[in-house]
């Protein structure tokens, strides 16, 4: 399976930007990481397509919005009152079909399967 990220730019502030990951085949939960220069890779939000449960890191509870089309094989995740602290390359993820990741793992970068090639994000303030 492979997965195309999308939807990154630059913007201020307060502004909004809806990232796409499209899977060339089926996938059981799809998450979005990001790594900010100099940091280390963190979880942002993740969603079993199967039932829809969302998962999301703390700092973007409320703010982000992840959600899934399985009609197209495409994860959205809908960023809205954005900060300069949320600047950093995104990359989405997937678990392969047929397995479950367990919700104390869904912010694991080693339970997905396959990997994005990233699309940058920054917020000037």
């Known amino acids: 399976v492979q997965l195309q990220a999308s939807g990154g730019g630059l913007v201020q502030a307060g502004d909004s930007l809806r990232l796409s990951c499209t899977a060339s085949?089926?996938?059981?939960?799809t998450g979005w990481f990001r790594q900010a220069p100099g940091k280390e890779q963190e979880f942002v939000a993740a969603i079993r397509r199967n039932g829809g449960a969302t998962y999301y890191e703390d700092s973007v509870k409320g703010r982000f919005r992840i959600s899934a089309d399985n009609a197209k094989n495409t994860v959205y995740l809908q960023m809205n009152s954005l900060k300069p602290e949320d600047t950093a390359v995104y990359y989405c993820?997937?678990?392969?079909?047929?397995?479950?990741?367990?919700?104390?793992?869904?912010?694991?970068?080693?339970?997905?399967?396959?990997w994005g090639q990233g699309t940058e994000v920054t917020v000037s303030s």
């Open positions: 085949g089926r996938t059981s939960s």
């Open positions: 993820a997937a678990v392969s079909p047929g397995r479950q990741v367990i919700v104390s793992a869904v912010s694991l970068p080693r339970m997905y399967d396959y």
